[in-house]
């Protein structure tokens, strides 16, 4: 990430650190939405305290006339009646928590203008303002997919963020989702990895699994470490059942995801932090606080292994059959066991892992959804697999 010494615009995502619009910050703000000829810059303004039109009569200001287009969002904020009745440009958000809204909204602006040749420039007014309505779970996630996005459309951005409004922690979690930071505290640790952090907060498990190799310091087997997080959940000693339950989802989702991040390294039947402790540690403590559920609904893409609805097949087929519920580990627990039953090994036993061949994330945060009915398909090994409302069906490939 690179950091700025001085004000000069530069492409991608910027996180200004200033108190809210005004005075020198406004030319600041317009210095930065200004990064092309201003007559050929489509400006989308979005503010949650502080009403937009004052920031585009000082663009009117400097540069004596709108930009190509413009777009103005008052989140949470009622605009001047004359012009939020009349003028197409404007938009009012009445509730500052539905992140989705406003994602929905600036998209409508930008996809519109992605067909126009002028470049496209973005002022987010303010992060802090949005943080008094959304936890900061909410909000990393929510900026996390907005500046991804910002970036394969070719959005110039800049988000301000008020220096003295949030802890060390708030900060080094939403720093790192920026190209360039402008005027920011200095960083207090090593910078935080966005992906790895977003695989943490997804999954209470995942954290346990950094917690155990921060406190014992060293490798440690899957089942240890799958031993004490059934402790951990259970806050009593756990039965064989949830012992189980806890280990196959540790080897088929869990522990493969936290891998694939870079966050551990697996070796056979031993996993090891790749990282360092108290690195482990501040990413635990960073992502323990704050939980909340994506508003997004998780999908899955055929490039992830799974097919929509196929013909429907003759049950006298079947090589396996059995049901899932909508507990959290239901639908890993009963495919893994299926699985192995029909190839005669241990469900952590079982290889490939699940991970390696579905996105079996997803598909477990669908199945968790009682209005959800989900269908699925895919080959594992020699059968074709089929989770369908509730239930999985085995069938020997064709």
């Known amino acids: 990430m690179k950091t700025a010494a001085d004000s000069t615009p530069s492409p991608g995502n910027v996180l200004v650190f200033s108190p809210a619009i005004g005075n020198r910050t406004d030319e600041e703000c317009v210095s930065r939405l200004s990064t092309a000829d201003p007559s050929e810059t489509n400006a989308l303004f979005v503010s949650y305290k502080r009403s937009p039109e004052e920031l585009l009569e000082r663009w009117r200001e400097r540069f004596g006339d709108d930009p190509a287009s413009f777009g103005i969002i ?4 009622q605009s001047s009646a004359s012009q939020t009745e009349n003028d197409q440009n404007v938009v009012s958000l009445a509730r500052p928590d539905c992140l989705g809204r406003l994602q929905t909204a600036m998209y409508l602006y930008l996809d519109q203008w992605s067909a126009t040749d002028g470049q496209s420039v973005l002022c987010f007014d303010s992060i802090t303002a949005m943080l008094r309505h959304v936890n900061r779970t909410t909000a990393f996630r929510f900026v996390r997919s907005l500046t991804e996005s910002l970036r394969r459309i070719d959005v110039t951005a800049h988000f301000h963020m008020h220096p003295e409004a949030h802890d060390a922690e708030t900060v080094a979690m939403l720093r790192p989702l920026f190209d360039t930071v402008i005027d920011g505290p200095p960083e207090t640790g090593p910078e935080i990895s ?15 699994v950094c917690r155990y190799l921060a406190e014992i310091g060293d490798t440690a087997d899957v089942s240890a470490i799958a031993d004490q997080i059934a402790r951990w959940e259970s806050e009593a000693t756990p039965n064989e059942e949830t012992r189980e339950r806890v280990h196959i989802t540790l080897r088929h989702v869990h522990l493969p995801k936290l891998a694939e991040t870079g ?5 056979s039947g031993t996993v090891a932090s790749k990282i360092g402790t108290d690195e482990l540690e501040r990413y635990c403590r960073i992502a323990g606080q704050g939980e909340s559920n994506s508003e997004t609904e998780p999908t899955i893409s055929d490039g992830d292994g799974l097919s929509g609805r196929t013909r429907l097949k003759d049950k006298s087929d079947e090589a396996y ?3 899932y519920g909508t507990d959290r580990d239901s639908v890993v627990v009963m495919l893994a066991r299926a699985l192995g039953t029909v190839s005669d090994v241990h469900p952590t036993e079982l290889r490939p892992v699940l991970y390696d061949v579905v996105d079996i994330d997803a598909l477990q945060r669908l199945a968790e959804r009682e209005e959800t009915s989900v269908y699925a398909t895919f080959n594992y090994g020699e059968y074709e697999v089929v989770v369908d409302g509730g239930e999985i069906r085995l069938y020997e490939s064709e």
Do not use: H, M, N, Q
């Open 263 to 267: 966050v551990v390294e697996l070796d």
């Open 194 to 208: 966005p992906a790895a952090l977003s695989v943490l907060l997804d999954s209470p498990r995942r954290r346990f």
């Open 74 to 77: 008052a989140v949470g904020t």
């Open 321 to 323: 059959w059995t049901v």
